[in-house]
C-alpha cells in the first residue's frame, strides 16, 4: 500500500456523499474516475477498486431520491445508441458462448457506458454544467497528455501502454489523445484566465508529443487530420497556417530514428507484417459478416471466431497459429453485431454531426454567442477524428465517442435555450428573378 492509495481512496469516499446528494456532482465524478483514472496510478488496493460503479450508484441514488430532471432526454443520437445496444444484446444472446471472450463481464461494463450517456443526456440542461463536464473531460485527458508527453521530451522512447481502461493499449491511448486534441484548442479560446490558456497550448503540444510516443501509424494520422481541421475552423487567420507549414518542415527533422521507421511503412502497407496483418484481418471479418449477416457472429466474438473462418491458418513468426482483432471499428461491428447494428452505429454518429451542423448554422444567423459555435466544432472534429481513427482499430465500444454523442443532444438542447432568449432574428424577403423589390409605403399626410 503506498501513500497514493490512501489519498485516492479517502478523496472518493470524501466525495461519495455529495454525489448522493448532488447527482450532477456525482456526474462529474465518474467522469473524473472513468477518463484521468487515478486508480490506475496507484499500486496496492485503490487499483483494484471499482471506484466509479460505487460513483454511479450514489448519483443514480441521489437522482432518485433528490433529483426532479428526468433520467434522459430521448433524441435521435440516444435512439440509435439504445437501438445498437439492443442489437448488440440480440447478438449477445443468440452467440455461441466462449468463456475466453468473458462476453457477460464486457456487456455489463458496456452496460454501464450507456446508462451513464443517457443519464448525460438528462442531467446536462444548461450552459454551466455543459461547460463543466467538457472541463472535466478535456482536463482529465489532457492529464495523461502532459505526462506522456514529459515523458517523451525528458525521456524519449516509446509508450507501450495507457493509463488503463479505454486507453490501455498504445494504440487505444493514442486515439484518445488525438480525440482530445480538439477539447483543450476550444477550451483554451473559451477560457477566461490567461494562465490557464497557456498552460492549455502548453497541453496541446505535449499530446502531440506523446501521440508520436507511441508509434502508432493510424494515430499519427489521425492527428494530421485534427490539425488541418482545427486550422479549416481558423478561416479569418493566416497565421496558424504559417506556423503549421513550419511545423510540417521541422517536425519530420526532429523525430526519432525509431518513428521515421515506423511511419516510413505507411508508403507501402503490404511490405509490413503488422499493416499486412490487419488488411488480413479486414479480409476474414468481411468473412464472417458473409456468413452471419444479420446479427453477426456474437458481441466480443471476432477472436474467438477467428479460426473458423481463417483458410490460411496465419503464423506469427515463430511459426505458431495466431488470431488477429479486427483492428476496424466497422468492421468489428459488422462482423460481432451484424448489418442491423453497423447502421445503427452509423447512424448515431451522422446524425451527431448533423444536430452539431444545424446548431453551428443556427447559431451563426442569430448571430448568437462564440461559445456556441466553439463547442459545435469541438465535439464536431473530436467525433470526425474517432470516425477516421476507427478505420485501423477495433474500438467500437469506446466511451468517449458515446459521451461526445451525448454532449452533441445536450449543446443542442442548451443552444435551444439561448436561442429563445435572443430576439428573433430579423426576417429576410428573398426577391426572384424578375420580381421588383419591396417598395416602401407612402406616408401618410394629415
Not at 488503463?164 to 494504440?171: A, H, P, Q, R, S
Request: proline fraction near 5%; charge should be positive.
Amino acid at each position: 500500500m503506498s501513500y497514493r492509495d490512501v489519498i485516492v481512496g479517502v478523496t472518493v469516499l470524501l466525495l461519495l456523499p455529495r454525489a448522493f446528494t448532488r447527482p450532477f456532482f456525482g456526474l462529474l465524478l465518474f467522469t473524473w474516475l472513468a477518463y484521468m483514472r487515478p486508480q490506475d496510478l496507484c499500486w496496492g488496493f485503490a487499483k483494484t477498486v471499482r471506484y466509479s460503479l460505487y460513483a454511479a450508484i450514489a448519483m443514480y441514488a441521489g437522482w432518485f431520491f433528490y433529483e426532479r430532471r428526468k433520467f434522459t432526454r430521448w433524441t435521435a443520437p440516444t435512439n440509435w445508441m439504445l437501438a445498437l445496444y439492443v442489437c448488440l444484446t440480440i447478438s449477445l444472446v443468440l452467440a455461441r458462448r466462449d468463456p475466453s471472450d468473458n462476453q457477460s463481464t464486457k456487456w455489463f461494463d458496456l452496460t454501464k457506458v450507456f446508462l451513464v450517456t443517457c443519464f448525460t443526456v438528462g442531467m446536462v440542461d444548461s450552459k454551466d454544467r455543459l461547460q463543466k463536464i467538457v472541463w472535466v473531460i478535456g482536463l482529465s485527458l489532457g492529464f495523461f497528455g502532459v505526462k506522456y508527453g514529459l515523458h517523451g521530451v525528458l525521456r524519449g522512447g516509446r509508450i507501450l501502454q495507457g493509463p488503463g481502461g479505454m486507453m490501455l493499449d498504445n494504440n487505444d491511448l493514442c486515439l484518445g489523445m488525438a480525440m482530445n486534441l480538439p477539447l483543450l484548442f476550444f477550451l483554451r479560446r473559451t477560457a477566461e484566465r490567461r494562465w490557464l490558456r497557456r498552460f492549455l497550448v502548453v497541453a496541446f503540444g505535449l499530446t502531440c508529443v506523446a501521440i508520436v510516443c507511441t508509434l502508432s501509424r493510424g494515430g499519427f494520422l489521425t492527428m494530421g487530420l485534427v490539425c488541418l481541421m482545427l486550422l479549416n475552423k481558423l478561416k479569418k487567420s493566416i497565421l496558424p497556417w504559417i506556423v503549421a507549414a513550419l511545423a510540417a518542415l521541422v517536425v519530420p527533422l526532429a523525430l526519432p530514428d525509431d518513428a521515421k521507421e515506423r511511419l516510413a511503412t505507411l508508403q507501402d502497407p503490404t511490405e509490413e507484417g503488422s499493416a499486412a496483418g490487419r488488411l488480413y484481418a479486414w479480409k476474414v471479418g468481411l468473412k464472417m459478416v458473409a456468413a452471419n449477416p444479420f446479427f453477426g457472429v456474437g458481441f466480443e466474438g471476432f477472436l474467438s471466431n477467428f479460426r473458423r473462418f481463417d483458410p490460411l491458418q496465419v503464423r506469427n513468426k515463430s511459426g505458431v497459429k495466431t488470431v488477429r482483432v479486427a483492428h476496424n471499428t466497422y468492421i468489428q461491428v459488422w462482423a460481432e453485431l451484424g448489418t442491423p447494428a453497423l447502421i445503427c452505429f452509423l447512424s448515431m454518429l451522422i446524425t451527431a454531426l448533423l444536430w452539431l451542423r444545424a446548431v453551428r448554422l443556427e447559431a451563426k444567423r442569430r448571430r448568437a454567442p462564440q461559445w456556441i459555435t466553439d463547442y459545435a466544432n469541438m465535439i464536431e472534429v473530436s467525433l470526425l477524428a474517432f470516425m477516421f481513427g476507427a478505420n485501423f482499430l477495433n474500438r467500437a465500444h469506446f466511451d468517449l465517442v458515446y459521451h461526445l454523442v451525448a454532449l452533441s443532444a445536450c449543446l443542442r438542447y442548451v443552444a435551444r435555450q439561448e436561442f429563445d432568449r435572443m430576439a428573433p432574428p430579423p426576417a429576410i424577403e428573398r426577391i426572384g428573378f424578375g420580381a421588383r423589390p419591396p417598395v416602401a409605403p407612402e406616408p401618410v399626410h394629415a
